[in-house]
């Protein structure tokens, strides 16, 4: 199993920023892809920002050039740093990451309980 802990969310001003932090931890041989969801009231999951172990990224149109997703692969953390949010980014924020156990294992999806982002008008 893979625990993942967030950290981060909050209550911050539209203009304003926030980092979110996701640190996985358990029976990780390798870490394929790390990245952040969000879910907002009434709206499905949405992939905001991914991470590859060969250091690609993928953001969403609505994101790009305001979040920024970074990783230690050392302490097995992903990081996503928000500028200029807006109210249409409010949601609960999701860290996912895709591990192998073994060298030959397959892929396996976790994810993190959620954090919470608010952004006022």
């Known amino acids: 199993q893979v625990q993942l802990v967030e950290s981060g969310g909050g209550l911050v001003q539209a203009g304003g920023s926030l980092r979110l932090s996701c640190a996985a931890s358990g029976s990780i041989f390798s870490i394929n892809t790390m990245g952040w969801y969000r879910q907002a009231p009434g709206n499905e999951r949405e992939l905001v920002a991914s991470s590859t172990s060969g250091g690609s990224t993928n953001y969403a149109d609505s994101v790009k050039g305001r979040f920024t997703i970074s990783r230690d692969n050392a302490k097995n953390t992903v990081y996503l740093q928000m500028n200029s949010l807006k109210p249409e980014d409010t949601a609960v924020y999701y860290c996912?990451?895709?591990?192998?156990?073994?060298?030959?294992?397959?892929?396996?999806?976790?994810w993190g309980q959620g954090t919470q982002v608010t952004v006022s008008s």
């Open positions: 996912n990451t895709r591990t192998r156990r073994t060298a030959v294992s397959r892929l396996y999806e976790y």
